[in-house]
């Protein structure tokens, strides 16, 4: 080939990509050039309106709308300043842009024939750039399914969409916002509430937990606050209202509110909210309340409605009274009703303080609990849990407000003392220091005063909290209250001897070479040999309920002092035999299980003991005590 002709191709294709790329690509296709043709207003873009009034509705001599910038929200500036409906106004502007060319009639303006002339309605429309479009909207066609339209500047007279009638608002209500409060509002952090003479405030902090801030700094119950937010957000108008000439609230209970709900962020003010009497009468105007029309639901809905308004407007609505409920009412409502409130996993040390001191601890990277002064001792997670359980359920019965004095609440010095803590991983990995992320929960102190009524403090707050006395007896004293429930492990075929007692009376059962149960010399009676082995057998297996109490001065309280019945019992033999023992008293009046005791670590320890193994006990070896 020649390489002049060869050159020549290459720079006409390449002249020809750079056509396609800098000019062809940007050219509409002829689907949308017809498409562009067939509008009335061709590059038309409704998200650049920024301003658009309408002369000539029936019941709206001028609807004047405005917008700062696109984006922005629409407000009625004309016959009345509110809020728009964005769904409203932008389905409207929406429609004007796709408004077909379904004929042209006329290539020039005979504006008296087509209804053009005599009160037609004019649509002015500037977009952001200041380009403007005027529309005239004149009589329907005769068939009714078209309407003649004229573009000022333009001479064609068009027939278009005759639905673009009915997208016309009847009343400038039609087209005002329904969500209550504006939408500069949507990031508010602090809710006042004035209701009568009683105020109070909610605050929400960076980490998004809500707080009372007045009349007391104190934690609040979440799921109230919560609630109450959604509801500020999702509250709707039900029913605009029309004000008197005079432009008197007096008629609404607004001159004078029952309360105002204001929203601030940042200390500064964004919207307030006057609530007004309750609705009593309902409407003959009803269409803007129940979908259905039923006339039944549309009392309903209204009969429990209120008048309200927005301090910086005069149109006064009606609004639904789940709002007014939720804060017409006493700061208390919002008060955090649980002494504290814990996560799962989120303390991982337990400092109790009282009549002994102890320190129960998660170590890293674990999920058992260890008793720090003696890390051998057997704790029970499960109870350690139903402990932490207990403490997050506590509920208070009463607030106490800054108190001038603690003694009266038996707090000076307090009953006992809880530190939750979560330590947190090791700052210094060699634990050479033995520094931690230490934080501490909460410092819970409990007291009782003289009528045996129950309090606590947290050290972080000023109040005091009354609370339910049988929810501090349900916590532990004592490390042992947290000790593992399982009582012993000892396999019941090396038991060798088992004494049998009750007051005076005494009996022994031992095994034989063979390893059969019998009576030793000096004890009579008869004995069932399967039921002694089934005996041992629960007894290897048994364990506490409940701990109870400990201590030797303690057992006459629970009627287990000697004396009482006494089962005693050894394993292996010589001097590897182990002796153990278990002493029954009185029956528990809640559960109606039997106090037992035993030794452990050398402490008599007081705990329930299971009924129905109980029964057993007495089946196989109760006979025997009554063996003259």
Known sequence: MNPKSTKILMIIAAALFLFILLFERRMPDTLTSLREAARILPGFDPGNIVQFEIRGLSEIPKLTLRREKPGAAWFIIRPEK???SEYAVGNFVMSLAALPKLSNVAEKSEDGVYGLEKAPI???LEDDGGQEWNLKIGAATAAGNGVYLKVTDVPDIYVTDGTLLSRFPEQVNEWKRRIVFPAESEGFDSVKV?????????TRDPGGQWK???PIETRTSQALAVALEQTIRELRVQKFVETSESGSFQEYGLEDPEGVLTLKRGGIELASLLLGDLMEDVSADNSNIAPNNDPNSLDKALAQSRYAKLGNQKDVF??????????????????DPFVVNLQPGEVNRLEVRGSEFFVIEQKKDSTNWVYQARPDFPIDNELVT????????MRVSKFHDLPNDLKPFGLAPPWRQFVLKNTGDLVNSSADTGATNEVVIAQLNFGFNDLQEAFVKRADESSVYQVSPTVLFQLPRGPFQLRDRDLWDFDSATVQTVVISSRDQSRTLQRNEQGQWGLAPGSSGVINPFAVDEALFKISQAEALNWTDQGIDKLQSYQLEEGAFTIKWK????????????RFGAISPTTQNPFAATLLDNKWTIFEFSGEVYGELLYAFGNLLQTP
């Open 212 to 214: 009372l801030t007045k």
């Open 386 to 393: 139903k402990t932490l359980a207990t403490l997050s359920a």
């Open 194 to 202: 004035n209701h009568g003479e009683l105020t109070y405030e909610l």
């Open 571 to 582: 394993t292996g033999k010589g001097a590897q035999a182990v002796e153990r023992q278990l």
């Open 122 to 124: 004019e649509i002015h």
């Open 318 to 335: 009606l609004i639904p009274e789940i709002l007014p409920k939720q804060v017409l009412v006493s700061a208390l409502r919002y008060r």
């Open 82 to 84: 509110y809020p728009a």
